[in-house]
């Protein structure tokens, strides 16, 4: 089964899942070849992500004129601060944005270049300090912060499920972080006074609970990709 055809199956799981609700999918190419990118714009993807910045800005020079003028490039890596600069201008989205640090990093560098970067804050869905994002308790008195930030946009949240309730299938578990993304989501829009739109969620072994949940945005990879 090629891409095309692959893309067809996500595009029906997104009418089934979310309905009328517009959902942008992310190819995550970062193990594509440029000719599997390519085969996928052609399959009509707009929308590519990639976790290391290198990678993406060399994966960019190697798109035809004509093809990259229409494409949006996202980074859904965690994000160094010393490849902060690099990014400024090159995507429309940051996908990862897990501390204040690095947002102030990305409102100065964006300021300085006379841009806005949209941005989604990462939460740590799985409660576990050791991984990225954000814990529960900490997101408000973040966001607070970060809304004087006038070099980035904070569009809306990011999250991945723990990879054991995404490998195993667990519905219940899935529903349950994803849902819960939701609706801290709703919460923040209520107590920070701003509109977020954008729910990041779902990659290819949980897209479709994420959908249910509310997603706006799908990463997927593999189940795109693969051999």
């Known amino acids: 089964m090629g891409i095309q055809n692959r893309?067809?199956?996500?595009?029906?799981?997104?009418?089934?899942?979310a309905g009328d609700r517009p959902v942008t999918l992310v190819a995550v190419s970062k193990y594509a070849s440029i000719g599997q990118m390519l085969e996928a714009y052609e399959a009509g993807i707009r929308h590519f992500g990639e976790n290391k910045v290198q990678d993406a800005l060399?994966?960019?020079?190697?798109?035809p004129p004509d093809m990259a003028r229409n494409i949006h490039w996202h980074f859904i890596g965690s994000l160094q601060a010393n490849k902060v600069k690099k990014t400024v201008g090159r995507f429309e989205w940051i996908h990862a944005i897990d501390s204040v640090k690095l947002a102030e990093a990305v409102s100065r560098h964006n300021l300085a270049a006379g841009s806005v970067q949209?941005?989604?804050?990462?939460?740590?869905?799985?409660d576990d300090p050791a991984r990225h994002g954000f814990l529960k308790e900490q997101v408000t008195a973040a966001l607070g912060e970060m809304m004087s930030f006038k070099g980035i946009a904070v569009c809306g949240l990011m999250g991945m499920a723990p990879a054991e309730a995404s490998l195993d299938g667990d519905a219940q578990a899935l529903k349950g972080v994803f849902c819960g993304l939701r609706d801290m989501r709703d919460r923040l829009q209520g107590d920070c006074e701003i509109d977020l739109p954008e729910l990041s969620m779902g990659m290819s072994h949980d897209f479709t609970p994420a959908l249910s949940c509310g997603a706006t945005i799908i990463r997927i990879g593999n189940y795109l990709f693969k051999n």
């Open 7 to 17: 893309l067809a199956e996500i595009q029906e799981a997104i009418r089934t899942h």
């Open 58 to 63: 060399a994966k960019m020079e190697q798109f």
């Open 118 to 126: 949209k941005v989604l804050l990462q939460i740590n869905l799985s």
